[in-house]
């Protein structure tokens, strides 16, 4: 399978704790991308790279969230200090570089903060 | 934030039937595009709309596009049942990449 992959699935974990997502894109794109998704509603934009890169942040994403893109590879996202309202389908996609880009989509990580 | 809403939030059809959904937007575009999602596959890229462009067919799927408006709408034609998902649209504009999207249709196709 060539698509974008994630890592874990589903992760269920008590307020309080950190979690580590990872993403694995397509592999000659250079771009990744992570967005947040509730029930109910479209995805929202979380932060982009370009290559290891790391070009855009949404005012979503918290001091609590980090991001990392090291080898212009795979992509990890952590949240600290989880809360409740971090429970959400976390999905990441990549690209290629060019005007009118077409992202493909991972299968997204399900958090549950208990 | 959603970049703007989609109309209906709910469409239930019967198979062989086509379905339309529209989608209103907030500001210049680059480009829209419609990604169609289900708990089996996920988002999945439909069809692509440029800014200056009117209209795009793709198999049994037609986007229009009224800048003017600020709205754009999805029709699938001769609606199958696997059809069933919900239906996103999705805008780029200024120099950025990242995508806004709306809030989603809820299509159900019916045997």
């Known amino acids: 399978d060539t698509g974008v992959s994630q890592d874990p699935r589903h992760k269920i974990t008590k307020r309080g704790q950190n979690v580590t997502f990872r993403c694995d894109p397509i592999?000659?794109?250079?771009?990744l991308y992570w967005y947040r998704q509730t029930l109910g509603q479209g995805p929202e934009f979380l932060t982009y790279?370009?290559?290891?890169?790391?070009?855009?942040k949404s005012r979503l994403l918290s001091d609590r969230f980090s991001a990392e893109r090291p080898k212009g590879s795979f992509s990890t996202l952590e949240i600290q200090r989880t809360e409740q309202g971090d429970s959400a389908m976390y999905l990441c996609a990549s690209s290629l570089v060019r005007e009118h880009n077409e992202q493909f989509f991972g299968p997204g990580t399900r958090l549950t903060v208990l | 934030s959603q970049q703007g809403e989609e109309d209906p939030q709910a469409l239930s059809i019967q198979e062989g039937e086509n379905a339309t959904m529209n989608c209103s937007y907030k500001?210049?575009?680059?480009?829209l595009q419609w990604y169609r999602q289900n708990s089996g596959r996920g988002l999945v890229h439909l069809i692509l709309?440029?800014?200056?462009?009117r209209e795009k067919h793709s198999g049994r799927l037609r986007v229009t596009l009224d800048t003017s408006k600020k709205s754009s709408s999805l029709l699938i034609t001769a609606s199958r049942a696997a059809d069933t998902a919900s239906y996103f649209c999705?805008?780029?504009?200024?120099?950025?990449?990242?995508?806004?999207f709306g809030t989603g249709t809820q299509l159900k196709v019916e045997l």
């Open positions: 592999s000659e794109h250079n771009r």
């Open positions: 709309i440029r800014s200056n462009e």
């Open positions: 500001t210049s575009i680059n480009n």
């Open positions: 999705a805008t780029t504009s200024g120099g950025g990449n990242k995508l806004t």
């Open positions: 790279f370009q290559n290891e890169a790391q070009l855009e």
